[in-house]
């Protein structure tokens, strides 16, 4: 560990004469005891200074010196060493002057150690650049802190959340470096700002029963510079240690994963629920996946069994259709209960063993039938407050492996009627692995010719012309037209459902009003295609079955109201490189049978 001596800083400051050998400034002192104090900021662009800076100041020309000096960065380590000496520390941890971060393997054990630096440190000051007032902000204000849900900053940047929690004792700053709370004080506040509870913020983490899920949740609305950092600044949370590979994107949150899942025996790992619904890896991508999260705890073993029989009995799963009185008091149902239970205690050290290979996540899970393909997975873990359940996931059984995917229970206290059963599943977490992705070609100018124009794409922007889906996430993107007066609105849906593309076509039944969103037109139609997308893949297997011949053509449409148009979408054979697809309005010939109608036609 490279620590600034505090005095030498500062001396060189007053007398340029002193300090013209790095060890002056910087010195390595290893894993000896040592009182020091660190450093947590938010970093600014073109402004910090480097340690190779710090430690060549004093051999560099005047005009290079001189514009080092002047940066807000060097200011900040000045005034930070003021404050150390202020509280007689000799010693001062910055991270941008105090890592060589020309060496790969230094950035990694620091990276690696980070947390345990924060820990030890007897003292750290939190400087907070955007914060003017004396006085820590206590109530949210959008105004003043636009860009960071209405706190400051430094509550918004992933690294600041380890060096909120592992500190005992944490000092704010404002601007002025003017102190404005510590953290034993501010506690109740800081836990309106970042969902992290009173006694971790005040106690620290060890010895609480916190969920994996749970921490995860305090990182969801954070932000990082380089995707990879969104991982490794919760390795010293979570205790484990990975190396470092920058350039492999969100790859790198999901080696986090796995990491956990060797460490812990937590099933809130798997209760993440993303913005948009999506199949494929049974892990998250992305911390805010875990954004509702914050109230999840562990089902030890030990009590998971009487959960499940709270949870079978309260969804009254495999119960005869009777009262609730009668329910409770079935023989059958009463003996098949208590049997649950023991077989759940019977398998306790089975469901706190998880194993990770290339055939996936192996775990046991009770699992309840929906289908012979899907399946709802029940965890150990439930969400606290006044009526807590088990938190439940929905996976489906497909020639590549165990998914985890959302599907369609529109009635699922009718139809889900047996009993769980505990099986080992290996559950996918490379989304890389069997992965197909295929290319849609669309072809929309025949729209124009009647004054509709395209709009945009529904839940992200994608090209106009192509988009390209993959076999294992079930994608799906939404492409809104309008006419020109914005009355009739149509969207058509291109889809990936396991393996099988297909394309549809909506019209919006709304009445228009002043104001028309076409995204929240595109949302309607998203959600609405999402969930009959196993319907809309299926069709279009049969359709392709049924005429096998390489000329057939296929078409759907659906008749925009209050218009006298009709939208189409048109497309080939399923091709072995991509699809294509064109679209097109033409004049409603006045027999038009609805959205959901499908013809097909013959070119030679």
Known sequence: MKLLHVEDVLKRKEDIQRAEVENDVIKELGDEPVRYAILSHRWENGSEVAYEEMIGLMKMDELKKNEVWERSGYQKIIKCCEQAKKDDFEWLWIDTCCIDKRSSAELSEAINSMYRWYQGAQVCYAYLNDVTESTFPSERNNRTYEGSYGWPEWF???WTLQELIAPKRLEFFNED???IGNKQHLAPVLEVITGIPHDVLTDGPVGKRLSVAQVMSWAADRRTTRVEDRAYSL???????????????????????????????????????????????VLADHPSDFGGCGHIRKVEPKEFGDKLVEYVTRCRLNAPQHNSWKILTYPIHRCRLAWLRWRARALSQQL???????????VCLPVVPYSPSHFR???????????????????????????RGPINFDNIRKTLKVYPEFKTLHLTHNQDVNEKRRKFTLDDKHASYHGFAYHGTYPHQSARDAVTLSSLTDGLVVIVYSDKDARSYFAVGLGYYFGQGWVHIVSDEHIPTQEVDWAGFGRRAYGQMWRARAEHAQNMFKRGRAHSSRNAHFIKHAHLPRSIWDARVVWGR???????????????????????????????
């Not at 470092?244 to 099933?267: C, P, S, T």
């Not at 706190?352 to 192996?362: E, K, L, P």
């Open 156 to 158: 918004m940047r992933g």
């Open 177 to 179: 470096w003017a102190p």
């Open 235 to 281: 390795m010293g949370l979570f205790e484990v240690n990975m190396p470092m590979v920058y350039g492999e994107g969100k790859k790198a949150f999901r080696r986090l994963q796995l990491e956990i899942i060797r460490e812990f025996n937590d099933h809130s790992i798997f209760a993440w629920d993303a913005d948009m619904p999506r199949t494929g890896s």
């Open 352 to 362: 706190r063993t998880f194993t990770v290979g290339n055939a996936g996540i192996q």
């Open 377 to 403: 997975a029940i965890l150990a873990c439930n969400t606290y407050g006044p009526h807590p359940d088990l938190v439940t996931i929905d996976i489906t059984f497909s020639g590549f492996g165990i998914y």
């Open 574 to 604: 399923w091709e072995a490189d991509n699809f294509r697809i064109m679209v097109d309005v033409v004049q409603c010939p006045g027999c038009c049978g609805g959205p959901w109608e499908i013809s097909t036609t013959f070119v030679e």
